[in-house]
């Protein structure tokens, strides 16, 4: 277990805000030395509390600006029917984000896609086609007040 202190917190703040920001800067920000401040980045990194430093993408910039959220049911819960699926879903490059959830269905998914036919065409050919789906719920996002994945 990695020992988040507050001045680890304030380094793990800053860097999921600027990924790329030099350690002189992070250094004067939290009011280390920079010596001091990146032994404890690379401890972070070292102990896996930072696993990796990514771009964040404007997706409307790259052709993939409609986002919808959907909620996937499966008509069998069992092992090989949630392996099966989180191997299909594996594979289609629309879905960004998967996560197996509880309550009343098994999967949030996260989709990005050109426009609503691209995303029609992942909803019926992609999911649609999958045996263990039963139920899907769309939510597309209109807004995105607060986005602070990294």
Known sequence: MTNIDLTNEK???E???NG???????????GLSPSACLRRVQDLERNGTITGYRATLNRAAIGTGFVAYITVGLNDHSKASQAAFERSIAAAAQVRECHNV????????????A???AYKYFHTEVLGTLPQVNAITS???MASPKDERA
Do not use: C, F, K
């Open 11 to 13: 380094i793990l703040r």
């Open 15 to 17: 860097l999921t805000r």
């Open 20 to 30: 790329r920001i030099s350690n002189l800067e992070l250094a004067d920000r939290i």
């Open 102 to 113: 509880t309550g009343t269905i098994e999967y949030l998914l996260r989709i990005e896609v």
């Open 115 to 117: 426009d609503l036919a």
């Open 139 to 141: 939510y597309i996002v």
